[in-house]
Protein backbone atom coordinates (compact mmCIF):
# COMPACT_ATOMS: atom_id res chain seq x y z
CA UNK A 1 0.00 0.00 0.00
CA UNK A 2 1.30 3.45 -0.75
CA UNK A 3 1.05 5.58 1.86
CA UNK A 4 3.18 8.78 2.66
CA UNK A 5 2.92 10.29 5.73
CA UNK A 6 4.54 13.96 5.50
CA UNK A 7 6.90 14.54 8.41
CA UNK A 8 6.96 18.36 7.84
CA UNK A 9 3.19 18.69 8.53
CA UNK A 10 1.95 16.02 10.29
CA UNK A 11 -1.19 17.46 10.65
CA UNK A 12 -1.74 16.76 6.62
CA UNK A 13 -3.72 13.51 5.78
CA UNK A 14 -1.05 11.48 3.68
CA UNK A 15 -1.49 10.18 0.12
CA UNK A 16 -4.04 7.22 0.36
CA UNK A 17 -4.11 4.68 -2.77
CA UNK A 18 -7.52 3.42 -2.31
CA UNK A 19 -9.31 5.06 0.35
CA UNK A 20 -12.00 3.43 2.42
CA UNK A 21 -12.82 6.04 4.78
CA UNK A 22 -13.08 9.37 3.92
CA UNK A 23 -14.20 12.66 6.47
CA UNK A 24 -13.75 16.13 5.14
CA UNK A 25 -14.42 18.99 7.47
CA UNK A 26 -16.56 16.55 9.95
CA UNK A 27 -17.42 18.30 13.34
CA UNK A 28 -19.48 17.16 16.10
CA UNK A 29 -21.52 19.14 18.71
CA UNK A 30 -23.12 18.08 21.58
CA UNK A 31 -25.46 20.73 22.25
CA UNK A 32 -23.18 23.96 22.83
CA UNK A 33 -20.22 21.54 23.46
CA UNK A 34 -18.03 20.72 20.46
CA UNK A 35 -16.45 17.29 20.47
CA UNK A 36 -14.81 17.01 17.02
CA UNK A 37 -14.13 20.21 14.90
CA UNK A 38 -12.63 20.23 11.40
CA UNK A 39 -11.67 16.78 10.67
CA UNK A 40 -9.91 15.72 7.52
CA UNK A 41 -8.96 11.94 7.45
CA UNK A 42 -8.48 9.36 4.77
CA UNK A 43 -7.82 5.76 5.57
CA UNK A 44 -6.77 3.09 2.75
CA UNK A 45 -8.14 -0.01 2.81
CA UNK A 46 -5.99 -2.34 4.81
CA UNK A 47 -4.29 0.44 6.80
CA UNK A 48 -4.10 -0.05 10.17
CA UNK A 49 -4.49 3.39 12.13
CA UNK A 50 -4.18 3.63 15.83
CA UNK A 51 -6.05 6.72 17.28
CA UNK A 52 -4.86 8.00 20.94
CA UNK A 53 -5.07 11.09 22.68
CA UNK A 54 -6.10 12.19 26.16
CA UNK A 55 -9.51 11.61 27.53
CA UNK A 56 -12.22 13.73 26.55
CA UNK A 57 -10.35 14.78 23.03
CA UNK A 58 -12.92 13.03 20.36
CA UNK A 59 -11.46 9.88 19.95
CA UNK A 60 -14.45 7.92 20.93
CA UNK A 61 -16.51 10.48 18.75
CA UNK A 62 -14.91 10.19 15.99
CA UNK A 63 -15.08 6.46 15.80
CA UNK A 64 -18.72 6.73 16.47
CA UNK A 65 -19.70 9.14 13.58
CA UNK A 66 -17.95 6.51 11.00
CA UNK A 67 -20.26 3.84 11.62
CA UNK A 68 -23.38 6.56 12.94
CA UNK A 69 -23.66 5.25 16.14
CA UNK A 70 -22.75 9.58 16.59
CA UNK A 71 -24.47 11.52 13.93
CA UNK A 72 -21.95 14.42 12.89
CA UNK A 73 -22.79 18.05 12.33
CA UNK A 74 -21.29 19.11 9.71
CA UNK A 75 -18.97 17.89 7.34
CA UNK A 76 -18.84 14.99 4.93
CA UNK A 77 -17.66 11.51 6.02
CA UNK A 78 -18.13 8.37 3.09
CA UNK A 79 -17.39 4.62 4.02
CA UNK A 80 -16.91 2.07 1.26
CA UNK A 81 -17.87 4.32 -0.82
CA UNK A 82 -21.54 5.33 0.61
CA UNK A 83 -21.82 9.07 2.40
CA UNK A 84 -23.75 8.91 5.70
CA UNK A 85 -26.86 11.86 5.05
CA UNK A 86 -30.54 10.87 6.00
CA UNK A 87 -30.19 7.97 3.78
CA UNK A 88 -31.58 5.08 5.99
CA UNK A 89 -30.09 2.27 3.35
CA UNK A 90 -26.76 4.18 2.90
CA UNK A 91 -26.32 4.22 6.77
CA UNK A 92 -27.44 0.46 6.95
CA UNK A 93 -24.96 -0.56 4.46
CA UNK A 94 -22.02 1.07 6.65
CA UNK A 95 -23.13 -0.83 9.46
CA UNK A 96 -23.11 -4.04 7.68
CA UNK A 97 -19.42 -2.91 6.44
CA UNK A 98 -18.23 -1.74 9.82
CA UNK A 99 -18.15 -4.40 12.93
CA UNK A 100 -17.45 -1.90 16.37
CA UNK A 101 -16.28 -3.61 19.43
CA UNK A 102 -16.64 -1.28 22.81
CA UNK A 103 -15.34 -0.86 25.99
CA UNK A 104 -17.69 -3.23 27.66
CA UNK A 105 -17.94 -6.28 25.36
CA UNK A 106 -22.03 -5.01 25.18
CA UNK A 107 -22.99 -8.93 24.83
CA UNK A 108 -26.35 -9.44 25.12
CA UNK A 109 -26.70 -11.47 28.89
CA UNK A 110 -29.85 -12.91 28.03
CA UNK A 111 -28.38 -14.83 25.13
CA UNK A 112 -25.48 -17.47 24.73
CA UNK A 113 -22.22 -16.78 22.70
CA UNK A 114 -23.28 -18.69 20.19
CA UNK A 115 -26.86 -16.71 19.66
CA UNK A 116 -25.29 -13.61 19.80
CA UNK A 117 -23.29 -14.38 17.30
CA UNK A 118 -26.33 -15.37 14.90
CA UNK A 119 -28.34 -12.22 15.86
CA UNK A 120 -27.05 -9.80 13.40
CA UNK A 121 -26.66 -11.80 10.27
CA UNK A 122 -29.68 -13.57 10.81
CA UNK A 123 -31.71 -10.64 11.26
CA UNK A 124 -29.68 -7.76 9.52
CA UNK A 125 -28.29 -9.98 6.67
CA UNK A 126 -31.53 -12.29 6.42
CA UNK A 127 -28.90 -15.43 7.03
CA UNK A 128 -30.41 -18.59 7.10
CA UNK A 129 -30.68 -20.30 10.90
CA UNK A 130 -27.73 -23.48 9.83
CA UNK A 131 -25.61 -21.04 7.70
CA UNK A 132 -25.71 -18.16 10.60
CA UNK A 133 -24.48 -21.18 13.38
CA UNK A 134 -21.38 -21.94 10.84
CA UNK A 135 -20.49 -18.20 10.47
CA UNK A 136 -20.42 -18.36 14.02
CA UNK A 137 -18.34 -21.51 14.67
CA UNK A 138 -16.28 -20.33 12.21
CA UNK A 139 -15.28 -16.80 14.10
CA UNK A 140 -15.73 -18.47 17.38
CA UNK A 141 -12.75 -20.39 16.22
CA UNK A 142 -11.02 -17.84 14.65
CA UNK A 143 -10.70 -16.36 18.00
CA UNK A 144 -10.16 -19.24 20.09
CA UNK A 145 -13.24 -19.67 21.49
CA UNK A 146 -15.73 -21.76 20.18
CA UNK A 147 -15.33 -24.28 23.03
CA UNK A 148 -17.30 -21.51 25.18
CA UNK A 149 -20.18 -21.09 22.28
CA UNK A 150 -22.87 -22.50 24.78
CA UNK A 151 -22.04 -20.27 27.93
CA UNK A 152 -24.12 -16.88 28.74
CA UNK A 153 -21.29 -14.04 28.62
CA UNK A 154 -21.63 -13.60 32.61
CA UNK A 155 -19.64 -17.06 32.53
CA UNK A 156 -16.55 -16.23 30.60
CA UNK A 157 -14.17 -13.94 31.75
CA UNK A 158 -13.68 -10.58 30.53
CA UNK A 159 -11.13 -11.75 27.90
CA UNK A 160 -13.07 -14.29 26.92
CA UNK A 161 -16.29 -12.05 26.25
CA UNK A 162 -13.98 -9.64 24.39
CA UNK A 163 -12.95 -12.01 22.05
CA UNK A 164 -16.45 -13.40 21.71
CA UNK A 165 -17.65 -9.44 20.90
CA UNK A 166 -14.75 -9.77 18.39
CA UNK A 167 -16.20 -12.99 17.05
CA UNK A 168 -19.80 -11.48 16.95
CA UNK A 169 -18.63 -8.38 14.98
CA UNK A 170 -16.81 -10.21 12.07
CA UNK A 171 -20.02 -13.04 11.85
CA UNK A 172 -21.25 -9.66 10.03
CA UNK A 173 -17.96 -9.78 7.75
CA UNK A 174 -17.35 -6.20 7.69
CA UNK A 175 -14.59 -4.55 5.78
CA UNK A 176 -13.41 -2.51 8.79
CA UNK A 177 -13.57 -2.89 12.47
CA UNK A 178 -13.86 -0.23 14.68
CA UNK A 179 -12.41 -0.92 17.84
CA UNK A 180 -13.02 1.55 21.13
CA UNK A 181 -10.78 1.09 23.72
CA UNK A 182 -11.06 -2.58 23.31
CA UNK A 183 -9.07 -3.33 26.64
CA UNK A 184 -9.31 -0.98 29.06
CA UNK A 185 -11.94 -2.86 30.84
CA UNK A 186 -10.27 -5.53 31.20
CA UNK A 187 -7.87 -7.06 34.13
CA UNK A 188 -3.98 -6.98 32.98
CA UNK A 189 -3.80 -10.72 32.86
CA UNK A 190 -6.57 -10.81 30.21
CA UNK A 191 -5.10 -7.57 27.76
CA UNK A 192 -2.63 -9.81 26.40
CA UNK A 193 -5.21 -12.33 24.63
CA UNK A 194 -7.85 -9.45 23.29
CA UNK A 195 -4.23 -7.80 21.53
CA UNK A 196 -3.38 -11.35 20.27
CA UNK A 197 -6.36 -11.71 18.28
CA UNK A 198 -6.88 -8.17 17.22
CA UNK A 199 -3.02 -8.60 15.95
CA UNK A 200 -3.80 -11.53 14.26
CA UNK A 201 -7.03 -9.70 12.53
CA UNK A 202 -4.61 -7.17 11.46
CA UNK A 203 -1.87 -9.74 9.82
CA UNK A 204 -4.97 -10.84 8.05
CA UNK A 205 -5.20 -7.41 6.11
CA UNK A 206 -8.75 -6.07 7.80
CA UNK A 207 -8.78 -2.20 7.92
CA UNK A 208 -8.59 -1.27 11.53
CA UNK A 209 -9.17 1.46 13.54
CA UNK A 210 -8.68 1.31 16.93
CA UNK A 211 -8.89 3.78 19.64
CA UNK A 212 -6.24 2.45 22.72
CA UNK A 213 -3.78 3.25 25.07
CA UNK A 214 -1.79 -0.04 24.02
CA UNK A 215 0.93 1.65 22.93
CA UNK A 216 3.38 -1.71 22.66
CA UNK A 217 0.24 -2.68 20.27
CA UNK A 218 0.25 0.61 18.34
CA UNK A 219 3.85 0.04 17.79
CA UNK A 220 3.69 -2.87 16.59
CA UNK A 221 0.71 -3.16 14.37
CA UNK A 222 0.04 0.18 13.52
CA UNK A 223 0.76 1.75 9.97
CA UNK A 224 -0.08 5.09 11.68
CA UNK A 225 -0.72 6.84 14.64
CA UNK A 226 -3.40 9.91 15.05
CA UNK A 227 -3.04 11.75 17.97
CA UNK A 228 -5.99 14.04 18.88
CA UNK A 229 -6.55 16.53 21.48
CA UNK A 230 -9.55 18.88 21.90
CA UNK A 231 -11.82 17.70 19.34
CA UNK A 232 -8.77 17.78 16.47
CA UNK A 233 -6.11 15.50 14.88
CA UNK A 234 -3.10 17.55 16.25
CA UNK A 235 -0.71 15.46 14.63
CA UNK A 236 -0.48 11.97 12.63
CA UNK A 237 2.58 9.81 11.72
CA UNK A 238 3.94 6.23 11.94
CA UNK A 239 4.80 4.42 14.63
CA UNK A 240 8.59 5.13 14.21
CA UNK A 241 8.45 9.43 13.77
CA UNK A 242 5.47 9.26 16.34
CA UNK A 243 7.23 7.86 19.18
CA UNK A 244 10.52 8.71 18.89
CA UNK A 245 10.09 12.46 17.73
CA UNK A 246 6.22 13.60 18.35
CA UNK A 247 5.80 16.87 16.64
CA UNK A 248 3.89 18.49 18.89
CA UNK A 249 4.34 19.89 22.90
CA UNK A 250 1.04 18.27 23.46
CA UNK A 251 1.97 14.88 22.13
CA UNK A 252 5.17 14.74 23.67
CA UNK A 253 3.27 15.80 27.37
CA UNK A 254 0.93 12.62 26.74
CA UNK A 255 3.68 10.16 25.24
CA UNK A 256 5.55 11.29 28.94
CA UNK A 257 2.29 10.44 30.68
CA UNK A 258 1.29 7.23 29.10
CA UNK A 259 4.74 5.59 28.38
P1 LIG B 1 -12.46 10.38 24.25
O1 LIG B 1 -12.92 9.16 23.54
O2 LIG B 1 -11.26 11.01 23.62
O3 LIG B 1 -12.27 10.20 25.73
P2 LIG B 1 -15.12 11.34 23.68
O4 LIG B 1 -15.22 11.29 22.21
O5 LIG B 1 -15.77 10.25 24.46
O6 LIG B 1 -13.59 11.50 24.10
O7 LIG B 1 -15.71 12.70 24.18
C1 LIG B 1 -15.29 13.96 23.64
C2 LIG B 1 -16.01 15.06 24.40
O8 LIG B 1 -17.39 15.02 24.08
C3 LIG B 1 -15.90 14.93 25.92
O9 LIG B 1 -15.77 16.20 26.47
C4 LIG B 1 -17.22 14.31 26.31
O10 LIG B 1 -17.60 14.68 27.60
C5 LIG B 1 -18.16 14.87 25.26
N1 LIG B 1 -19.26 13.94 24.98
C6 LIG B 1 -19.13 12.69 24.50
N2 LIG B 1 -20.36 12.12 24.34
C7 LIG B 1 -21.26 13.05 24.73
C8 LIG B 1 -22.69 13.08 24.79
N3 LIG B 1 -23.44 12.05 24.41
N4 LIG B 1 -23.26 14.22 25.25
C9 LIG B 1 -22.53 15.29 25.61
N5 LIG B 1 -21.18 15.33 25.57
C10 LIG B 1 -20.55 14.23 25.13
Redesign the pocket.
Known amino acids: MDIQIATTERRATPTIKEPIIRLDGVSKT??G?Q?LSGIDLVIGKGEKVIIC?P???????LIRCINHIERHSHGRIVVNGKELTNNTKDIAAVRRDTGMVFQNFNLFPHLTILENCCLAPMKVKGVGREQARELAIHYLRRVRISDQASKYPSQLSGGQQQRAAIARALCMQPKIMLFDEPTSALDPEMVKEVLETMKSLANDGMTMLC?THEMGFAREVADRIIF?DHGSIVEQSDPGAFFSAPSTERAKDFLKMIL
Open positions: YGFAGSGSGKSTVM
